[in-house]
């Protein structure tokens, strides 16, 4: 990855109709449950991200037959056991690579060392060596950070596990991890985080168990279990829409549908949350697909905002951790809301891609917003108007596209540093956004 400076110059409002590149969280899963399975799996609209081509790169060093066609992914998967792969496995950026891999190399008989680029390699692990060794592998790590080199043990025992933290990911390492280990593997969550591993591998032939009292959820699945190979049509990334619904929001006279977007409702805080700041969202033409929502998102353009619920301006508690990857677009939103817009518990953004609360202050305070930085969120007032600046993405994709999305609406052209790394979860980023854009 480059520093690529990169221009953004405002636009008027955004216009017309798009689809979205699949879901980079259901690609990964889909594409390491193909890759274990027995037989040949189709991924039709699989994500673009360089993250998933990370997850694609490891699946097949490690002897899935993996081909890309136009926009999908045929894997033949490996039957249950993978080969020893003859070099490091790379997850680059990627953070869902390298701790669902973990969970599914746990229970293969050798030995594989996982590396990430210098952002990952300060991402936290131990919250995944905890529960794989518990469950009897070992992994070696530099203080819980990467390099982590997994060494199998088949099969595994069977935990039942709560995360110390609400993580997908987390749940997902230990959950794949119990398709190797004999008996019944469980994570139980009491702050709901998305679930596209339970209904994958159940669309991949697998009874999981999903249950609630209330306050806890539980996962369970039986193990040593074996997937049959499944095609899979992956919805568009939410996470993705977002930067087109906070803009489009953001720019009056706009009018934009996205079809096809997936609308588990594990990731759709972000509408509940925008409509409730007084964005005008609506969706059309719902089904599901593959076991998850689908539908298409019609946004039209409001520019300042007015909540419609007077606790809108407040996003904390679970709802933080449903919307943790859309918390830097909101924060730009929460700049045009009146009243502007407050985040806590959302301590788990500075171990992201970067210090997503860091980076996020210091990228508002440039364009003229008052933020104030807590440890564990910020408080952003609003409405005030943002102004043209130097920008700086820190490497981080989310960071890049929301500051894509302030710099529209701004006064005049700001410059983003580091605009490339767009490419982490949606190379066609700023293509679409110039397709959909009607100039000042
Ligand atoms: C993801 C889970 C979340 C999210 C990440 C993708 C996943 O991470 O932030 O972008 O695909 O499971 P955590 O599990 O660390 O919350």
């Known amino acids: 990855m480059n520093d690529a400076t990169m221009t953004l110059v405002p636009t008027k409002r955004l216009r017309g109709r798009t689809r979205l590149p699949g879901d980079k969280s259901i690609s990964h899963r889909a594409a390491m449950l193909a890759a274990l399975a027995r037989g040949r799996s189709t991924l039709t609209n699989f994500s673009t991200s360089a993250d998933c081509a990370s997850t694609l790169a490891c699946l097949r060093a490690l002897g899935a037959k993996v081909e890309r066609e136009a926009d999908s992914v045929v894997i033949e998967g490996v039957g249950g056991r993978f080969l020893p792969a003859t070099a490091p496995l790379d997850c680059g950026n990627s953070g869902t690579t390298m701790r669902l891999l973990a969970g599914m190399l746990a229970g293969q008989p050798f030995s594989a060392t996982l590396v990430g680029d210098a952002s990952l390699s300060r991402r936290p692990m131990q919250r995944i060596i905890e529960p794989l060794e518990q469950m009897g592998a070992s992994v070696a790590s530099t203080q819980g950070h990467a390099p982590l080199t997994i060494t199998g043990r088949s099969p595994l025992r069977p935990i039942a596990y709560q995360p110390p933290v609400p993580s ?5 390492c230990v959950l794949l991890a119990g398709l190797q280990a004999e008996g019944r593997t469980c994570v139980r969550e009491t702050v709901r985080t998305r679930d596209h591993t339970e209904r994958l591998l159940r669309w991949f032939g697998l009874d999981v168990e999903q249950e609630t009292d209330g306050v806890t959820r539980t996962a369970s699945i039986t193990g040593p279990a074996l997937l049959s190979a499944r095609d899979v049509v992956i919805p568009g990334d939410i996470s993705s829409a977002t930067f087109f619904l906070v803009a489009a929001t953001l720019l009056a006279g706009s009018d934009l549908l996205i079809e096809a977007v997936g609308l588990n409702p594990t990731r759709t805080a ?41 606790q809108a301006n407040l996003i904390c508690g679970a709802l933080t951790a449903e919307l943790i990857d859309e918390l830097p677009a909101l924060a ?19 171990v ?5 609360i ?7 305070r440039a364009m003229g917003a008052e933020v104030e930085e807590r440890e564990d969120g910020l408080r952003v007032a609003g409405p005030v108007e943002l102004h043209a600046a130097q920008l700086d993405a820190r490497g981080d994709h989310r960071i890049a596209m929301a500051f894509a999305v302030a710099a529209l609406t701004a006064n005049a052209p700001s410059e983003l540093r580091g605009a490339d790394a767009v490419a982490i979860s949606f190379p066609e980023f700023f293509d679409l956004l110039a397709a959909l854009s009607q100039e000042r």
């Open 168 to 172: 997908a990911q987390v749940k997902s």
């Open 352 to 356: 992201k891609e970067s210090d997503r």
């Open 270 to 310: 972000v509408i509940r949350v925008l409509r409730s700041l007084g964005a005008e969202i609506s969706i059309e033409n719902a089904r599901v697909e593959c076991n998850e929502e689908v539908g298409d998102v019609r946004v039209c353009g409001v520019g300042r905002l007015s909540p419609r619920e007077p």
């Open 358 to 364: 860091r980076a996020t202050v210091d990228n508002l």
């Open 332 to 350: 730009v939103l929460g700049t045009q809301v009146e009243g502007g817009l407050e985040i806590r518990d959302a301590a788990e953004l500075r």
